[in-house]
Nanobody, 115 residues
Framework: QVQLVESGGGLVQPGGSLRLSCAVS????????MGWHRQAPGKQRELVAS???????SYADSVKGRFTISRDNTKNTLYLQMNSLKPEDTAVYYC?????????WGQGTQVTVSS
């Protein structure tokens, strides 16, 4: 029954910003450590940011200092603020828990960074 719906992606220029949102159904969201994963064509899906149920965050080196993950447990929503975007950030971004097993993968949201 749990569903993940990502939104907020789009086409932006290098150096631009986007904020991604992930709406999670149900009322069990708050107990899971959640993360944002991304997958570019021809590449494996990678975890780029995570946040524990207690709010501790972690980031892949490739996005550290530029991305900020947050969560609003009252709204069952996960966010990813992306600043100083680079072309190499281009990918489909997905939310899930850090193992990718919280729920079936959603549609993801496409982020394209290009001039």
């Amino acid at each position: 029954q749990v569903q993940l719906v990502e939104s907020g992606g789009g086409l932006v220029q290098p150096g631009g910003s986007l904020r991604l949102s992930c709406a999670v159904s149900g009322n069990i969201f708050s107990i899971f450590a959640m993360g944002w994963h991304r997958q570019a064509p021809g590449k494996q899906r990678e975890l780029v940011a995570s946040i524990t149920s207690g709010g501790k965050t972690s980031y892949a080196d490739s996005v550290k200092g530029r991305f900020t993950i947050s969560r609003d447990n009252t709204k069952n929503t996960l966010y990813l603020q992306m600043n100083s975007l680079k072309p190499e950030d281009t990918a489909v971004y997905y939310c899930n828990d850090i193992t990718g097993r919280f729920a079936s993968w959603g549609q993801g949201t496409q982020v394209t960074v290009s001039s």
